[in-house]
């Protein structure tokens, strides 16, 4: 089974650490979404030291953050997509962390989609950790590392939602 | 290489058919996106009739759309979801469409995002071809098809938007 079907949102990881190089894949894989007028108006801040991966909970449903082995915070630039008028691309970044999250499943690693748009307070934490310019805002926060158990793996298909030739 | 870095915005399509088994996985695929609290804030319309292909374009930059074997519109369900209170769940609805574009990567079937919301004029043009209800909106249409040739490889990574420990 491919990883799109094998990805499940994993919060607890072993101690193993994750190398440089698949780090950097994921990087690459967020990199390779596509992106309005091919914009391109995210950046990637990659943290994998211990005193900060601890600092990045931003309320205690994100509590799992502290304990992974890395993290990738995904965040949006507002000035870097016409068509948005200074807004930030949400579309632009969810296909991104999609892709990180789909290629995190591809190499066994476990990861959980935690948005910090558009919730204010996650936003503002965020902000305050990295010093983050205006035009740079936090989108979301991916714990990486090696699942503590394999995930359960699941039918997802609803045919209820699938409307053939009309609504 | 795998999907994700694979994947291309494809225009040009053959004649070949799509199998109903690949249109299955695609929506399968766009089913398996993690979602917030597990809404599932989706639903999808699969075109693969002739004269309905023929009335999805929303304009003059999306009328490959006429010449696929198929498309999938990817609708959100603005009542489905808390944490949005009645908006469109963007970030769900993106996740969903980036796995069915990897999924058709995966096969070798090519596709092209063309996104729907939030430009108005392509959201009421769905709206009337498909009758839809109010809380029901059009999000993104995806054309799929054969490539009438094989898309070009390249390298997207990119070293600056990379920040390692800090902004």
């Known amino acids: 089974m491919n990883a799109i079907?094998?990805?499940?949102?994993?919060?607890?990881?072993?101690?193993?650490?994750?190398?440089?190089?698949?780090?950097?894949?994921?990087?690459?894989?967020?990199?390779?979404?596509?992106?309005?007028?091919?914009?391109?108006?995210?950046?990637?801040i990659l943290v994998t030291d211990k005193d900060l991966l601890a600092k990045l909970p931003m309320d205690n449903y994100t509590l799992a953050v502290k304990d992974a082995q890395a993290a990738i915070v995904v965040c949006g630039d507002s000035t870097k997509d016409k068509m948005m008028q200074g807004a930030l691309n949400v579309v632009d970044c969810s296909a991104a962390v999609e892709n990180i999250l789909?290629?995190?499943?591809?190499?066994?690693?476990?990861?959980?989609?935690?948005?910090?748009?558009?919730?204010?307070?996650?936003?503002?934490?965020?902000?305050?950790?990295?010093?983050?310019?205006?035009?740079?805002?936090p989108f979301a926060v991916l714990p990486i590392g090696w699942p503590e158990k394999a995930p359960e793996v699941s039918d997802r298909f609803d045919v209820s939602k699938v409307h053939e030739n009309c609504w």
């Open 102 to 137: 789909v290629e995190a499943a591809d190499k066994g690693l476990g990861s959980v989609y935690y948005a910090a748009f558009p919730m204010e307070h996650r936003v503002a934490h965020l902000r305050e950790v990295f010093s983050l310019p205006e035009n740079i805002v």
């Open 5 to 44: 079907f094998a990805r499940r949102s994993i919060r607890n990881y072993t101690d193993r650490p994750v190398s440089e190089e698949d780090l950097h894949d994921l990087l690459h894989a967020g990199m390779s979404a596509p992106t309005a007028n091919n914009a391109r108006p995210w950046e990637f």
